[in-house]
T-cell receptor, first 115, second 113 residues
Framework: GENVEQHPSTLSVQEGDSAVIKCTYS??????FPWYKQELGKRPQLIID?????GEKKDQRIAVTLNKTAKHFSLHITETQPEDSAVYFC??????????????FGTGTLLAVQP | DAGITQSPRHKVTETGTPVTLRCHQT?????MYWYRQDPGHGLRLIHY???????DKGEVSDGYSVSRSKTEDFLLTLESATSSQTSVYFC????????????FGSGTRLTVV
């Protein structure tokens, strides 16, 4: 089955700097890669996703890149702000094509943005 | 809110007792999931359902069973709770056609003493 590895487990940056979180996946059939943000004591919430037919996607200060050949994808946050502090999870899935939609998650990255 | 509610929100139970957690949705989504969240392990899939009475095992299904007799309800049962099942349990729903990932419930914090 699918296995998703995520690094680093913790990341501390200064406000205004960029943050990068990286994930690798094992199942070459995976074609959908979402990122979730979880604030302390809250539920995980989708912040951005990318499909395997796209190499990069941006939404304001957040971007995700995908390298299908290497089977890795990354989350980039620019101009970080204290409210970006949270745990971030990557995930992978074989959405569509008759496969049952079930996300396999990475182990999470605790991002701390220092004011 | 998100159209998905979990109950109870918190529960403390004793080792060896059965426990049932409930996930209820008002979105009429086909897919429902139970995950557990533990430090250092992220979110791990316990069981999932792809329709009424259609369920399957996830990564960490031992010691858990599920039932889905109605589209809106997905129940997770710990047959005989153990301390290793102390965790935060999240339910999620998905409409596969949308391809927009999951919507999570607010979670249930379960402590087995």
């Amino acid at each position: 089955g699918e296995n998703v590895e995520q690094h680093p487990s913790t990341l501390s940056v200064q406000e205004g700097d960029s943050a990068v979180i990286k994930c690798t996946y094992s199942d070459s059939a995976s074609n959908y890669f979402p990122w979730y943000k979880q604030e302390l004591g809250k539920r995980p919430q989708l912040i951005i996703d990318i499909r395997s037919n796209v190499g990069e996607k941006k939404d304001q200060r957040i971007a995700v890149t995908l390298n299908k050949t290497a089977k890795h994808f990354s989350l980039h946050i620019t101009e970080t702000q204290p409210e970006d502090s949270a745990v971030y999870f990557c995930a992978a899935d074989r959405a569509g094509g008759g496969a049952t939609n079930k996300l396999i998650f990475g182990t999470g990255t605790l991002l701390a943005v220092q004011p | 809110d998100a159209g998905i509610t979990q109950s109870p929100r918190h529960k403390v139970t004793e080792t060896g007792t059965p426990v049932t957690l409930r996930c209820h949705q008002t979105e009429n989504h086909r897919y429902m999931y139970w995950y557990r969240q533990d430090p250092g392990h992220g979110l791990r899939l316990i069981h999932y359902s792809y329709g009424v009475k259609d369920t399957d095992k996830g990564e960490v299904s031992d010691g858990y069973s599920v039932s889905r007799s109605k589209t809106e309800d997905f129940l997770l049962t710990l047959e005989s709770a153990t301390s290793s099942q102390t965790s935060v349990y999240f339910c999620a729903i998905s409409e596969q056609a949308s391809g927009r990932g999951y919507t999570f419930g607010s979670g249930t914090r379960l402590t087995v003493v």
